[in-house]
Protein backbone atom coordinates (compact mmCIF):
# COMPACT_ATOMS: atom_id res chain seq x y z
CA UNK A 1 0.00 0.00 0.00
CA UNK A 2 1.35 3.14 -0.95
CA UNK A 3 2.08 6.27 1.43
CA UNK A 4 0.75 9.62 1.16
CA UNK A 5 3.30 12.59 1.91
CA UNK A 6 1.97 15.37 3.60
CA UNK A 7 4.10 18.52 1.89
CA UNK A 8 4.22 21.41 0.84
CA UNK A 9 2.76 20.50 -2.41
CA UNK A 10 -1.33 21.11 -3.01
CA UNK A 11 -3.76 18.67 -2.46
CA UNK A 12 -6.59 18.27 -5.01
CA UNK A 13 -9.64 16.71 -5.16
CA UNK A 14 -8.64 13.73 -7.25
CA UNK A 15 -5.74 12.94 -4.59
CA UNK A 16 -7.64 12.89 -1.96
CA UNK A 17 -10.28 10.70 -3.15
CA UNK A 18 -7.67 8.25 -4.18
CA UNK A 19 -6.47 8.43 -0.16
CA UNK A 20 -9.61 8.08 1.41
CA UNK A 21 -10.94 5.21 -1.60
CA UNK A 22 -7.50 3.10 -1.21
CA UNK A 23 -7.12 3.59 2.48
CA UNK A 24 -3.78 5.21 1.92
CA UNK A 25 -1.60 6.26 5.07
CA UNK A 26 -0.28 9.37 5.34
CA UNK A 27 2.86 10.28 6.63
CA UNK A 28 4.70 13.92 7.04
CA UNK A 29 7.68 14.74 4.68
CA UNK A 30 11.02 15.78 5.71
CA UNK A 31 10.27 19.78 5.09
CA UNK A 32 6.79 19.68 6.53
CA UNK A 33 8.52 18.27 9.62
CA UNK A 34 11.07 20.71 9.56
CA UNK A 35 8.72 23.54 9.18
CA UNK A 36 6.27 22.61 11.85
CA UNK A 37 9.71 22.28 14.12
CA UNK A 38 11.06 25.96 12.89
CA UNK A 39 7.58 27.28 13.70
CA UNK A 40 7.39 25.85 17.13
CA UNK A 41 11.06 26.93 18.08
CA UNK A 42 10.48 30.06 17.38
CA UNK A 43 7.23 30.67 19.33
CA UNK A 44 9.23 29.18 22.51
CA UNK A 45 12.15 31.17 21.90
CA UNK A 46 9.43 34.32 20.97
CA UNK A 47 7.30 33.14 24.52
CA UNK A 48 10.17 33.57 26.62
CA UNK A 49 12.04 37.03 25.25
CA UNK A 50 8.85 38.64 24.97
CA UNK A 51 6.77 39.08 27.74
CA UNK A 52 3.82 41.61 25.41
CA UNK A 53 -0.01 40.09 25.29
CA UNK A 54 -0.48 38.34 21.99
CA UNK A 55 -4.05 37.11 21.41
CA UNK A 56 -4.82 33.33 21.96
CA UNK A 57 -1.26 32.65 23.17
CA UNK A 58 -0.83 34.53 26.69
CA UNK A 59 -4.71 35.75 26.69
CA UNK A 60 -8.44 34.85 26.82
CA UNK A 61 -10.27 34.11 23.75
CA UNK A 62 -12.79 35.82 22.01
CA UNK A 63 -14.26 38.98 23.69
CA UNK A 64 -12.10 38.03 26.75
CA UNK A 65 -8.78 38.68 24.34
CA UNK A 66 -7.83 41.46 26.98
CA UNK A 67 -7.07 38.88 29.84
CA UNK A 68 -3.78 38.03 30.39
CA UNK A 69 -2.51 34.85 31.36
CA UNK A 70 0.12 34.12 33.60
CA UNK A 71 3.05 31.80 32.16
CA UNK A 72 2.13 29.35 34.60
CA UNK A 73 -1.03 29.03 32.92
CA UNK A 74 -0.57 28.61 29.44
CA UNK A 75 -0.53 25.04 28.80
CA UNK A 76 -3.81 24.82 31.23
CA UNK A 77 -5.44 27.58 29.26
CA UNK A 78 -5.00 25.45 25.88
CA UNK A 79 -6.41 22.47 27.83
CA UNK A 80 -9.71 24.22 29.23
CA UNK A 81 -10.01 26.15 25.32
CA UNK A 82 -10.71 22.33 23.88
CA UNK A 83 -12.62 20.84 26.87
CA UNK A 84 -15.23 24.20 26.74
CA UNK A 85 -15.53 24.09 23.15
CA UNK A 86 -16.57 20.61 22.56
CA UNK A 87 -20.34 21.30 22.98
CA UNK A 88 -21.79 19.99 19.87
CA UNK A 89 -24.82 18.81 19.55
CA UNK A 90 -26.98 17.15 17.01
CA UNK A 91 -26.24 13.88 14.67
CA UNK A 92 -23.04 11.98 14.98
CA UNK A 93 -20.41 13.47 11.94
CA UNK A 94 -20.16 10.70 9.30
CA UNK A 95 -16.95 8.80 10.15
CA UNK A 96 -15.70 9.85 6.42
CA UNK A 97 -16.21 13.37 7.00
CA UNK A 98 -13.95 12.98 10.19
CA UNK A 99 -11.18 11.17 8.75
CA UNK A 100 -11.51 14.13 5.87
CA UNK A 101 -11.24 17.00 8.81
CA UNK A 102 -8.15 14.65 10.23
CA UNK A 103 -6.59 14.86 6.77
CA UNK A 104 -7.16 18.61 5.90
CA UNK A 105 -6.29 19.77 9.76
CA UNK A 106 -3.02 17.87 9.40
CA UNK A 107 -1.82 19.17 5.92
CA UNK A 108 -2.93 22.60 7.70
CA UNK A 109 -0.62 22.54 10.47
CA UNK A 110 2.36 21.22 7.98
CA UNK A 111 2.59 24.58 6.36
CA UNK A 112 4.46 25.77 9.64
CA UNK A 113 2.74 28.67 10.52
CA UNK A 114 1.00 27.44 13.74
CA UNK A 115 3.13 27.33 16.21
CA UNK A 116 1.55 23.82 17.18
CA UNK A 117 4.40 20.37 18.39
CA UNK A 118 5.56 18.41 16.01
CA UNK A 119 4.08 15.18 18.21
CA UNK A 120 0.67 16.99 18.22
CA UNK A 121 0.55 16.52 14.31
CA UNK A 122 2.23 12.99 14.29
CA UNK A 123 -0.52 12.18 16.83
CA UNK A 124 -3.30 13.00 14.22
CA UNK A 125 -1.25 11.10 11.81
CA UNK A 126 -1.74 8.58 13.76
CA UNK A 127 -5.23 8.97 13.95
CA UNK A 128 -5.78 8.77 10.49
CA UNK A 129 -3.80 5.87 9.87
CA UNK A 130 -5.40 3.76 12.45
CA UNK A 131 -9.03 4.86 11.36
CA UNK A 132 -9.24 6.32 15.10
CA UNK A 133 -11.98 8.67 14.17
CA UNK A 134 -13.38 11.22 16.97
CA UNK A 135 -16.46 11.43 17.50
CA UNK A 136 -17.70 14.78 16.43
CA UNK A 137 -21.25 16.22 16.27
CA UNK A 138 -22.76 18.40 13.43
CA UNK A 139 -24.67 21.21 15.26
CA UNK A 140 -22.23 23.96 17.14
CA UNK A 141 -20.24 25.85 14.54
CA UNK A 142 -20.90 29.52 13.22
CA UNK A 143 -18.36 29.11 10.68
CA UNK A 144 -15.95 32.20 11.98
CA UNK A 145 -13.09 31.87 14.51
CA UNK A 146 -13.45 28.80 12.60
CA UNK A 147 -14.97 25.52 13.20
CA UNK A 148 -15.29 25.70 16.89
CA UNK A 149 -17.05 23.06 18.64
CA UNK A 150 -16.82 20.13 15.98
CA UNK A 151 -12.63 20.99 15.92
CA UNK A 152 -12.45 20.82 19.83
CA UNK A 153 -14.50 17.84 19.35
CA UNK A 154 -11.75 16.77 16.90
CA UNK A 155 -8.95 17.57 19.48
CA UNK A 156 -10.44 16.37 22.77
CA UNK A 157 -8.92 12.91 21.96
CA UNK A 158 -5.07 13.95 21.59
CA UNK A 159 -5.40 14.72 25.50
CA UNK A 160 -6.79 11.62 25.97
CA UNK A 161 -10.46 12.69 26.59
CA UNK A 162 -13.68 13.07 24.40
CA UNK A 163 -14.99 9.43 22.69
CA UNK A 164 -13.19 7.93 19.27
CA UNK A 165 -14.78 5.17 17.15
CA UNK A 166 -12.00 2.98 16.71
CA UNK A 167 -12.50 -0.29 14.97
CA UNK A 168 -15.92 -0.11 14.14
CA UNK A 169 -16.77 0.44 18.50
CA UNK A 170 -17.62 3.61 19.93
CA UNK A 171 -15.07 4.35 22.99
CA UNK A 172 -13.43 6.15 25.38
CA UNK A 173 -10.52 8.00 23.43
CA UNK A 174 -7.72 7.10 26.59
CA UNK A 175 -9.15 3.51 25.98
CA UNK A 176 -8.46 3.85 22.06
CA UNK A 177 -5.25 5.05 22.53
CA UNK A 178 -3.60 2.69 24.21
CA UNK A 179 -4.96 0.14 21.87
CA UNK A 180 -2.60 1.69 18.78
CA UNK A 181 0.01 2.32 21.53
CA UNK A 182 -0.01 6.35 21.46
CA UNK A 183 0.05 8.08 24.59
CA UNK A 184 -2.05 11.64 25.18
CA UNK A 185 0.00 14.70 24.69
CA UNK A 186 0.04 17.71 26.81
CA UNK A 187 -0.72 20.91 24.99
CA UNK A 188 1.55 23.94 24.81
CA UNK A 189 0.78 27.25 24.41
CA UNK A 190 -0.92 27.86 21.30
CA UNK A 191 -1.89 24.73 20.27
CA UNK A 192 -5.17 24.56 20.86
CA UNK A 193 -6.01 27.58 19.69
CA UNK A 194 -4.24 26.36 16.15
CA UNK A 195 -6.56 22.92 16.20
CA UNK A 196 -9.72 24.59 17.14
CA UNK A 197 -9.45 27.64 14.93
CA UNK A 198 -9.86 26.68 11.48
CA UNK A 199 -12.23 25.53 8.93
CA UNK A 200 -11.81 21.81 8.59
CA UNK A 201 -15.22 21.13 9.29
CA UNK A 202 -16.93 22.96 6.52
CA UNK A 203 -13.80 21.78 4.15
CA UNK A 204 -14.57 17.89 4.64
CA UNK A 205 -17.97 18.46 4.13
CA UNK A 206 -16.99 20.68 1.09
CA UNK A 207 -14.90 18.41 -0.37
CA UNK A 208 -16.97 15.28 0.02
CA UNK A 209 -19.67 17.52 -1.95
CA UNK A 210 -17.94 18.18 -4.42
CA UNK A 211 -16.92 14.43 -4.96
CA UNK A 212 -20.51 13.22 -4.77
CA UNK A 213 -21.31 16.53 -7.77
CA UNK A 214 -19.07 15.34 -9.72
CA UNK A 215 -20.75 11.57 -9.65
CA UNK A 216 -23.99 13.17 -9.84
CA UNK A 217 -23.88 15.36 -13.05
CA UNK A 218 -22.30 12.11 -14.76
CA UNK A 219 -24.99 10.04 -13.18
CA UNK A 220 -27.83 12.45 -13.51
CA UNK A 221 -26.49 12.76 -17.52
CA UNK A 222 -27.03 9.39 -18.17
CA UNK A 223 -30.20 8.69 -16.47
CA UNK A 224 -31.19 11.45 -18.12
CA UNK A 225 -30.17 10.40 -21.49
CA UNK A 226 -32.29 6.62 -20.78
CA UNK A 227 -35.18 8.81 -19.71
CA UNK A 228 -35.30 10.88 -22.69
CA UNK A 229 -35.31 7.37 -25.14
CA UNK A 230 -38.18 5.96 -22.86
CA UNK A 231 -39.91 8.89 -23.59
CA UNK A 232 -39.25 8.77 -27.21
CA UNK A 233 -37.71 11.98 -27.40
CA UNK A 234 -35.95 13.96 -30.12
CA UNK A 235 -31.65 14.31 -30.25
CA UNK A 236 -31.93 17.95 -32.71
CA UNK A 237 -31.81 20.23 -28.66
CA UNK A 238 -28.21 18.45 -28.49
CA UNK A 239 -27.08 18.66 -31.96
CA UNK A 240 -23.66 20.50 -31.64
CA UNK A 241 -24.36 23.82 -33.41
CA UNK A 242 -27.21 24.77 -31.26
CA UNK A 243 -24.15 24.26 -28.31
CA UNK A 244 -21.76 26.50 -30.61
CA UNK A 245 -24.20 29.67 -30.37
CA UNK A 246 -24.07 29.92 -26.94
CA UNK A 247 -20.98 28.02 -25.67
CA UNK A 248 -21.10 28.29 -21.93
CA UNK A 249 -18.22 24.86 -20.90
CA UNK A 250 -20.92 22.66 -19.04
CA UNK A 251 -23.56 23.28 -21.68
CA UNK A 252 -21.57 22.22 -24.14
CA UNK A 253 -20.03 19.18 -22.23
CA UNK A 254 -23.60 18.13 -21.40
CA UNK A 255 -24.72 17.65 -24.94
CA UNK A 256 -21.58 16.23 -25.57
CA UNK A 257 -22.39 13.39 -23.23
CA UNK A 258 -25.98 12.75 -24.28
CA UNK A 259 -25.04 12.57 -27.93
CA UNK A 260 -22.49 9.99 -26.69
CA UNK A 261 -24.96 7.44 -24.44
CA UNK A 262 -27.58 7.69 -27.61
CA UNK A 263 -24.90 7.10 -29.75
CA UNK A 264 -26.77 3.79 -31.98
CA UNK A 265 -29.95 4.34 -30.83
CA UNK A 266 -32.21 2.35 -32.70
CA UNK A 267 -35.43 4.52 -31.10
CA UNK A 268 -33.85 8.11 -31.08
CA UNK A 269 -32.86 7.94 -34.95
CA UNK A 270 -36.56 6.92 -35.70
CA UNK A 271 -38.94 9.11 -37.40
CA UNK A 272 -41.16 11.26 -34.39
CA UNK A 273 -44.47 12.20 -34.77
CA UNK A 274 -43.73 15.48 -32.15
CA UNK A 275 -42.04 17.78 -33.16
CA UNK A 276 -40.70 19.20 -30.08
CA UNK A 277 -40.15 17.80 -26.17
CA UNK A 278 -40.94 19.36 -22.88
CA UNK A 279 -38.07 21.45 -21.63
CA UNK A 280 -36.95 19.02 -18.87
CA UNK A 281 -35.30 17.00 -21.72
CA UNK A 282 -35.36 19.55 -24.66
CA UNK A 283 -33.16 21.91 -22.10
CA UNK A 284 -30.72 19.14 -20.50
CA UNK A 285 -27.51 20.93 -21.85
CA UNK A 286 -28.44 24.38 -20.63
CA UNK A 287 -30.03 22.99 -17.13
CA UNK A 288 -27.44 20.41 -16.41
CA UNK A 289 -25.06 22.25 -18.36
CA UNK A 290 -25.30 25.08 -15.90
CA UNK A 291 -25.16 22.68 -12.75
CA UNK A 292 -22.02 21.45 -14.10
CA UNK A 293 -20.27 25.14 -14.52
CA UNK A 294 -21.30 25.87 -10.68
CA UNK A 295 -19.37 22.19 -9.51
CA UNK A 296 -16.15 23.22 -11.45
CA UNK A 297 -16.38 26.90 -9.80
CA UNK A 298 -16.78 25.63 -6.68
CA UNK A 299 -14.14 23.25 -6.31
CA UNK A 300 -11.63 25.65 -7.20
CA UNK A 301 -13.12 27.67 -3.71
CA UNK A 302 -12.69 24.63 -2.22
CA UNK A 303 -9.41 23.72 -3.68
CA UNK A 304 -7.49 26.87 -2.85
CA UNK A 305 -9.17 26.51 0.92
CA UNK A 306 -7.59 23.06 1.93
CA UNK A 307 -4.57 24.21 0.74
CA UNK A 308 -4.46 27.20 3.01
CA UNK A 309 -3.29 28.21 7.00
CA UNK A 310 -7.22 29.04 8.44
CA UNK A 311 -6.21 29.28 12.34
CA UNK A 312 -5.61 32.27 14.18
CA UNK A 313 -3.06 33.91 15.19
CA UNK A 314 -0.75 33.07 12.70
CA UNK A 315 3.15 32.80 12.99
CA UNK A 316 5.32 34.02 10.56
CA UNK A 317 9.05 33.15 11.85
CA UNK A 318 11.12 34.35 8.80
CA UNK A 319 9.40 37.46 9.76
CA UNK A 320 9.34 37.56 13.20
CA UNK A 321 5.72 38.61 13.12
CA UNK A 322 2.57 36.69 15.21
CA UNK A 323 -0.15 37.99 13.71
CA UNK A 324 -4.10 37.92 14.65
CA UNK A 325 -6.32 38.02 11.70
CA UNK A 326 -9.80 36.56 10.30
CA UNK A 327 -8.35 33.69 8.05
CA UNK A 328 -10.89 31.16 9.92
CA UNK A 329 -13.98 32.84 8.79
CA UNK A 330 -15.52 30.66 6.28
CA UNK A 331 -17.28 33.00 3.92
CA UNK A 332 -15.42 31.93 0.95
CA UNK A 333 -17.15 27.82 1.45
CA UNK A 334 -20.47 29.52 3.24
CA UNK A 335 -21.08 30.81 -0.51
CA UNK A 336 -19.89 28.14 -2.32
CA UNK A 337 -21.60 25.66 -0.34
CA UNK A 338 -25.15 27.72 -0.87
CA UNK A 339 -24.26 28.11 -4.35
CA UNK A 340 -23.46 24.55 -4.94
CA UNK A 341 -26.78 23.15 -2.86
CA UNK A 342 -28.80 25.53 -5.09
CA UNK A 343 -26.66 23.94 -8.55
CA UNK A 344 -27.58 20.49 -7.49
CA UNK A 345 -31.11 20.99 -6.42
CA UNK A 346 -31.93 21.72 -9.84
CA UNK A 347 -30.91 18.19 -11.03
CA UNK A 348 -33.40 17.13 -8.79
CA UNK A 349 -36.11 19.77 -9.75
CA UNK A 350 -35.85 18.64 -13.26
CA UNK A 351 -35.19 15.29 -12.69
CA UNK A 352 -38.56 14.86 -11.18
CA UNK A 353 -40.19 16.25 -13.85
CA UNK A 354 -38.88 13.90 -16.33
CA UNK A 355 -40.25 11.51 -14.22
CA UNK A 356 -43.55 12.85 -13.86
CA UNK A 357 -43.73 13.14 -18.38
CA UNK A 358 -42.84 9.65 -17.82
CA UNK A 359 -45.77 7.90 -16.11
CA UNK A 360 -48.56 10.58 -17.78
CA UNK A 361 -49.59 8.06 -19.81
CA UNK A 362 -48.04 9.74 -23.48
CA UNK A 363 -46.01 9.13 -26.52
CA UNK A 364 -47.61 5.28 -26.55
CA UNK A 365 -46.23 4.54 -22.81
CA UNK A 366 -49.54 3.29 -20.70
CA UNK A 367 -50.41 5.56 -17.72
CA UNK A 368 -48.14 4.67 -15.06
CA UNK A 369 -45.91 2.47 -16.47
CA UNK A 370 -47.87 -0.84 -15.97
CA UNK A 371 -50.01 -3.10 -18.22
CA UNK A 372 -53.03 -2.59 -16.55
CA UNK A 373 -53.18 0.81 -14.96
CA UNK A 374 -56.47 0.90 -12.53
CA UNK A 375 -55.96 -2.75 -11.16
CA UNK A 376 -52.09 -1.38 -10.41
CA UNK A 377 -51.45 1.59 -9.69
CA UNK A 378 -47.75 1.08 -10.95
CA UNK A 379 -45.55 3.85 -11.07
CA UNK A 380 -47.60 6.64 -9.47
CA UNK A 381 -46.33 6.41 -6.12
CA UNK A 382 -42.49 6.97 -6.38
CA UNK A 383 -43.11 10.49 -8.21
CA UNK A 384 -44.64 11.60 -5.34
CA UNK A 385 -42.07 10.62 -3.35
CA UNK A 386 -39.19 12.51 -5.78
CA UNK A 387 -41.87 15.34 -5.67
CA UNK A 388 -41.53 14.96 -1.88
CA UNK A 389 -37.78 15.21 -1.49
CA UNK A 390 -37.41 17.63 -4.11
CA UNK A 391 -39.88 19.86 -2.03
CA UNK A 392 -37.10 19.49 0.95
CA UNK A 393 -34.58 20.52 -0.88
CA UNK A 394 -36.51 23.95 -2.08
CA UNK A 395 -36.60 24.21 1.89
CA UNK A 396 -32.61 23.38 2.55
CA UNK A 397 -31.51 25.69 -0.52
CA UNK A 398 -32.61 28.73 1.72
CA UNK A 399 -29.28 30.44 1.95
CA UNK A 400 -27.21 29.92 5.41
CA UNK A 401 -24.85 32.51 4.18
CA UNK A 402 -26.82 35.22 3.99
CA UNK A 403 -26.99 34.57 7.95
CA UNK A 404 -25.24 35.92 10.57
CA UNK A 405 -26.15 36.08 14.74
CA UNK A 406 -23.96 38.19 16.62
CA UNK A 407 -21.13 36.18 19.26
CA UNK A 408 -18.65 36.58 21.96
CA UNK A 409 -19.85 39.75 23.21
CA UNK A 410 -19.91 41.37 20.65
CA UNK A 411 -15.96 40.33 19.48
CA UNK A 412 -17.22 38.23 16.64
CA UNK A 413 -20.10 40.57 15.16
CA UNK A 414 -20.26 38.65 11.73
CA UNK A 415 -20.13 35.05 11.09
CA UNK A 416 -20.73 33.11 7.97
CA UNK A 417 -22.53 29.79 8.74
CA UNK A 418 -21.10 28.23 7.06
CA UNK A 419 -21.26 25.36 8.72
CA UNK A 420 -25.00 25.03 8.60
CA UNK A 421 -24.21 25.53 4.66
CA UNK A 422 -22.37 21.92 4.66
CA UNK A 423 -24.50 20.13 6.39
CA UNK A 424 -27.54 21.58 4.38
CA UNK A 425 -25.48 20.62 0.97
CA UNK A 426 -24.58 17.21 2.37
CA UNK A 427 -28.60 16.51 2.92
CA UNK A 428 -29.44 17.59 -0.88
CA UNK A 429 -26.56 15.48 -2.13
CA UNK A 430 -28.23 12.31 -0.15
CA UNK A 431 -32.09 13.24 -1.38
CA UNK A 432 -30.35 13.86 -5.31
CA UNK A 433 -29.26 10.55 -5.28
CA UNK A 434 -32.59 9.30 -4.47
CA UNK A 435 -34.63 11.64 -7.20
CA UNK A 436 -32.19 10.36 -9.82
CA UNK A 437 -32.59 6.99 -8.23
CA UNK A 438 -36.67 6.94 -9.07
CA UNK A 439 -36.07 8.14 -12.75
CA UNK A 440 -33.57 5.59 -13.74
CA UNK A 441 -36.52 3.17 -12.02
CA UNK A 442 -38.75 4.92 -14.08
CA UNK A 443 -36.75 5.31 -17.24
CA UNK A 444 -36.11 1.59 -17.14
CA UNK A 445 -39.44 0.33 -17.29
CA UNK A 446 -40.68 2.98 -19.81
CA UNK A 447 -37.57 1.57 -22.02
CA UNK A 448 -39.22 -1.99 -21.86
CA UNK A 449 -41.79 -0.42 -24.06
CA UNK A 450 -39.93 0.43 -26.30
CA UNK A 451 -38.99 -3.29 -27.35
CA UNK A 452 -38.25 -5.06 -29.60
CA UNK A 453 -36.21 -1.41 -30.10
CA UNK A 454 -32.74 -1.30 -28.62
CA UNK A 455 -31.67 1.63 -27.50
CA UNK A 456 -27.68 2.89 -27.70
CA UNK A 457 -24.86 0.65 -26.56
CA UNK A 458 -24.14 2.78 -23.52
CA UNK A 459 -27.88 2.79 -22.26
CA UNK A 460 -28.17 -0.95 -22.83
CA UNK A 461 -25.80 -1.54 -21.04
CA UNK A 462 -26.69 0.50 -18.03
CA UNK A 463 -30.31 -1.14 -18.33
CA UNK A 464 -28.77 -4.69 -18.55
CA UNK A 465 -26.85 -4.51 -15.13
CA UNK A 466 -29.63 -2.65 -13.29
CA UNK A 467 -32.12 -5.08 -14.24
CA UNK A 468 -30.00 -7.87 -12.36
CA UNK A 469 -30.78 -5.50 -9.56
CA UNK A 470 -34.33 -4.35 -9.67
CA UNK A 471 -36.81 -6.40 -12.67
CA UNK A 472 -39.88 -5.18 -14.65
CA UNK A 473 -42.53 -4.41 -12.62
CA UNK A 474 -45.49 -6.79 -14.53
CA UNK A 475 -48.08 -5.81 -11.39
CA UNK A 476 -48.23 -4.15 -8.27
CA UNK A 477 -45.57 -4.81 -5.36
CA UNK A 478 -43.51 -3.38 -2.54
CA UNK A 479 -41.79 -0.24 -4.43
CA UNK A 480 -39.94 1.13 -1.30
CA UNK A 481 -37.52 -1.91 -1.51
CA UNK A 482 -37.27 -1.31 -5.58
CA UNK A 483 -36.02 2.23 -4.63
CA UNK A 484 -33.27 1.68 -2.05
CA UNK A 485 -31.89 -1.02 -4.42
CA UNK A 486 -32.04 1.28 -7.21
CA UNK A 487 -30.32 4.21 -5.51
CA UNK A 488 -27.38 1.68 -3.99
CA UNK A 489 -26.96 0.57 -7.50
CA UNK A 490 -26.53 4.47 -9.05
CA UNK A 491 -23.73 4.63 -6.58
CA UNK A 492 -22.10 1.77 -7.37
CA UNK A 493 -22.14 1.69 -10.76
CA UNK A 494 -21.13 5.66 -11.15
Given at each position: ???????????????????????????????????????????????????????????????????????????????????????????????????????????????????????????????????????????????????????????????????????????????????????????????????????????????????????????????????????????????????????????????????????????????????????????????????????????????????????????????????????FHGQHLALALDFLAIALAELG??????????????????????????????????????????????????????????????????????????????????????????????????????????????????????????????????????????????????
Open positions: MSTFKISANLLDITTIEEILSFNKKIELSADAIERITNCRTYLDKKLKKNKEAVYGINTGFGSLYNKTIADKDLEQLQTNLVRSHACGTGKEVPQEIVKLMLLLKIQSLSYGYSGVQLKTVELLVAFFNNDLLPVVYQQGSLGASGDLAPLAHLSLPLIGEGEVYYKGKKQAADVALKKIKCKPISFKAKEALALLNGTQFMSAYSVWCVIQAQKLIEMANHVAAVSLDGYDGRIEPFDELIQNIRPHRGQVMVAQEIRRHLKGSEIIKRKKKHVQDPYSFRCIPQVHGASWNTIEYVQEIIVTEINSVTDNPTIFPEEDKIISGGNNISERRTYLLISGQRGLPSFLVAEPGLNSGFMIPQYTAASIVSKNKILCTPASVDSIVSSNGQEDHVSMGANAATKCYEIIENIFTIIGIELFNAAQALEFRRPLQSSPSIEKLHSSFRKEVKFIKQDKLMYPEIEKTVSFLKMYF
